[in-house]
């Protein structure tokens, strides 16, 4: 999302960040497999793994989540039904996914793993960013 907003010139009014609903990673950096993808296709990935935490409902317009456990977990850390409201999946934003349709977890997903999940948030992240211009006249 972050290399998309950047070629569409966006980096200083879309703010992007990242997180887990669980602790169990933070401070660490992103999965070398990841960012080896990232690195074939052109695409730096940085950044390191941080904590979800309910400031971020006050912080961002949008919550992401990647599938529907995190949905859940989010919806009910959200404090009331405003912020709840700002909650989405990122497939949502892929016009040819199923409805609900979560994103994979690459551990599970043999050699092709990283790359598939790759493409699948990568089509995702193109709705996405098409519909925050749409929204904010961008």
Known sequence: ??????????ETTVVIDSAGTGGWH?????DRRSSEVG???????TGRARQFTVADFSNFDLIV???NENLMTLSELA????????????????PDSPPG????????GGP??????FDICEA??????AEIRREHGL
């Open 101 to 108: 349709a979560d994103v994979p977890d690459p551990y599970y």
């Open 79 to 94: 404090p009331d039904d405003t912020t709840r409201a700002k909650l989405r999946l990122l497939r949502s934003f892929d």
């Open 112 to 117: 092709r793993g990283f790359d598939q999940v």
């Open 26 to 30: 933070v401070g660490e950096p992103r």
């Open 65 to 67: 989540a990647m599938d």
């Open 39 to 45: 690195r074939r296709r052109g695409i730096p990935l």
């Open 1 to 10: 999302m972050r290399h998309l907003v950047r070629e569409a010139g966006l």
């Open 124 to 129: 995702a992240c193109r709705g996405l960013l």
